[in-house]
Structure formats: C-alpha cells, structure tokens
C-alpha cells in the first residue's frame, strides 16, 4: 500500500513540478517535451505497476506462484504487447477511420503506454480477485502450525 503512496506522489510531484526536474537529467528539450506530452499514460504506468507488484508479492506469500505468473503471461505477452503495438503503430490509421475521438491522439510511445497500461489494468484486476478470495485465517493458521519447532 505505501508503495503506491509514493508511486502517486511522485507522479504528482513530477506533474508539478517536471521541466524543473527532468532539466537536471535530459540536456534536449524536446526530450522533455516530448516526457509531458506522455505524461498520464506514463503515471498512470507507474501506479499501476507499483499496485500489481505489491499485489504479485503477495501471492507468492500465499503460496500461489502459478496464479501470479499465469496471469503475467495473459496480461503482457497475450494482450499487452500486441495491444502496445497495435496502438503505438497501426491504430492511428484505423482509429482515424473510425472516427473515434477518444483514441485519435493516442500514437507513438503514448500508445505504447496505453497497450501496456490496459494490460496492468486486467493483471490488477485479477490479482485483487485472487486476493479478495483468499482465505487469510486459514493460511495464517497453516502457515503457523507449519513453523512451530516441534518439542
């Protein structure tokens, strides 16, 4: 939970206060430019990875490795990099004609993020439902009676 604390305050920071703060490490200021015109995507990116790595740690304490990778896999690599670059590349030219005006601007590393983030989006998702289902008594107890020395 802290983790994602500080993963919001920092994009708040950045968002107030960003052209000061990149300047000390990016010299091209359209490199900077080009950072704050992907800004929300990026923070959004940043949140959500945060929260899903925290969840993930999580359910490898509870013993459920396969479940945290089985739905990394189907996040990133079945809907994540095809929708990333669908959007960062092709779906300009699609969306366009399709007149769908919420999607118009997303191009380029924007929508590199976007795929991405749609894909953390489901992963977190998923991982809350395993979490939320989860017995904690039950795991507590087992996991308690597990490390007792035995006299």
């Known amino acids: 939970m802290y983790g994602v604390i500080i993963s ?3 994009c708040i920071l950045l968002a107030i ?3 000061d703060v990149l300047g000390y490490f990016v010299s091209k200021h359209e490199t900077v430019n080009i950072i704050f015109k992907n800004f929300l995507p990026i923070s959004i990116f940043i949140v959500l990875q945060a929260s899903s790595g925290i969840m993930i740690g999580a ?3 509870l013993g459920m490795q396969y479940m945290a990778v089985l739905w990394a896999f189907i996040a990133y690599y079945l809907l ?4 990333a670059a669908f959007f960062a590349s092709e779906a300009h030219g699609l969306v366009h004609w399709l007149n769908i005006d919420f999607l118009k601007n997303i191009k380029g590393l924007g929508g590199l993020f976007f795929g ?3 894909a953390l989006l489901i992963m977190n998702i998923n991982f809350l439902q395993i979490l939320r289902g989860s017995d904690w008594e039950e795991f507590s107890r087992g996991q308690f009676e597990h490390k007792l020395p035995r006299i």
Do not use: D, R, V, Y
């Not at 994540?80 to 929708?83: M, R, T």
């Open 8 to 10: 919001c305050g920092l």
């Open 17 to 19: 206060q960003g052209p």
């Open 59 to 61: 359910i490898k304490g």
């Open 80 to 83: 994540g990099l095809p929708l």
């Open 116 to 118: 991405i983030n749609i």
